[in-house]
């Protein structure tokens, strides 16, 4: 198939009026004037990669924590509906028989022949070891310490965790990042309560990334005193780790985007959904699960992101990447730089971008085609357009 007539954004560029030679569910060519027996005219839209999501929980009514085919079914339709093509399935702070079975069910499921399967990438562990301070809404009783809570659990399913999110000023954290490092597992800060330096031994040991940057995350306090920062401010300086960014302007404001942006550059930045259960669905007052367990924590709609039942706290978003990408391009950042933080960065952090994230010979041709109100128009998975334009 030839995809004609685009603006294609590629991780350096916009090239205007290119074509894109799919063959075998790969690009083959970028160029002018190719030809195919299947021609797909995008009409001068933007055709950018289809986008990357490596921190979500679910969408349409389905959370991935639900651990059935359906809801994993409803979760990625949400995705794919947005222009998102790799997904990285996220748990949230749960009993560990509920996180293996997560696990377990993850396995078979990309074990199977389901349609979608070729969008889940991996799977994030988001806790349970997490601080009590910033667990967000995430339950109290049920987190963890890696110095009194075993959790080799997670070695064992070493080739479906993407990613572990930790508390890296917990006791045993650094022995815990090392351990989980050697098993090939990206350790990830976040929910945290530490100040500065209490966090460095887990930076030493390996932690690479940061679970939603600026939320639920230390901050510059006093102690013993002195005044110190906490992981926000640290790792705007620190070209060790890379970030997420729900850039929803509810958890992050456009300013403090462009302030992340201008400090870590969109090679650091991954913008992420962390979309819950209820993204998608009508803002009708619903209380939704977070997670899937009987005594989960319950959230609701509120004005443009998902709330805690009390209205207290922010609990996720339920904006798509596509969306987020916009937003960043309104606040300023340039295209190809918004794009990327929605693609390639995401893919290098998952170590998925020799397959996807950018529009280069070589790659899956996944891709979206949007117009310039970003709005989707198409959505192709290994070259198949699963719209009609
Ligand atoms: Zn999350």
């Known amino acids: ?71 994993f079914e409803k979760a990625l339709q949400f995705h794919l509906d947005n222009g998102t093509t790799t997904v990285v399935p996220t748990s949230c702070t749960s009993p560990v028989e509920s996180i293996v079975g997560f696990l377990n069910f993850t396995r078979g499921y990309l074990r199977s022949a389901v349609a979608n399967v070729r969008m889940v990438a991996g799977v994030h562990l988001e806790g349970p070891y997490l601080s009590v301070r910033n667990r967000g809404a995430q339950k109290e009783e049920e987190l963890a310490v890696p110095d009194r809570d075993d959790y080799s659990y997670m070695t064992d399913y070493a080739d479906l965790i993407k990613t572990v999110t930790i508390s890296p000023e917990l006791s045993g954290a650094a022995e815990m990042t090392k351990r989980l ?17 209490e966090f460095l031994p887990a930076i030493d040991a390996g932690l690479s990334h940061l679970t939603h940057h600026f939320c639920a995350m230390s901050e510059l306090r006093f102690k013993d005193g002195i005044r110190n920062v906490g992981l926000r401010e640290y790792a705007l300086n620190d070209d060790r780790l890379t970030v997420e960014l729900i850039a929803d302007n509810r958890h992050i404001p456009p300013q403090l985007a462009k302030m992340i942006l201008r400090a870590k550059g969109a090679d650091k930045v991954a913008v992420v959904s962390d979309s819950l259960r209820c993204a998608g669905c009508p803002k009708d007052g619903s209380l939704y699960k977070l997670g899937a367990d009987e005594n989960a924590q319950l959230v609701k709609i509120g004005d443009g992101v998902a709330i805690t039942a009390d209205g207290e706290k922010f609990a996720g978003s339920i904006t798509p990447v596509r969306r987020m990408v916009k937003n960043l391009i309104d606040a300023g950042i340039p295209l190809v730089d918004a794009v990327k933080t929605g693609t390639l960065t995401p893919a290098k952090i998952i170590g998925e971008d020799g397959e996807i994230g950018s529009i280069e010979v070589g790659k899956r041709a996944n891709l979206a085609i949007l117009n310039t109100d970003w709005e989707l128009l198409n959505v192709l998975i290994d070259g198949k357009p699963e719209r009609t334009i």
């Open 1 to 71: 198939m030839v995809i004609k007539n685009g603006k294609i954004v590629t991780p350096t560029q916009i090239l205007d009026g290119y074509d894109i030679l799919v063959q075998n569910g790969i690009i083959q060519e970028i160029g002018k004037d190719l030809y195919d027996d299947t021609m797909l005219d995008a009409n001068g839209a933007y055709v950018t990669p289809g986008f990357v999501d490596i921190h979500t929980h679910g969408g349409y009514g389905a959370d991935f924590m639900d651990s059935t085919e359906d809801a």
């Open 181 to 197: 490092c050697d098993a090939g597992i990206t350790v990830s800060g976040g929910h945290d309560d530490g100040i500065y330096p």
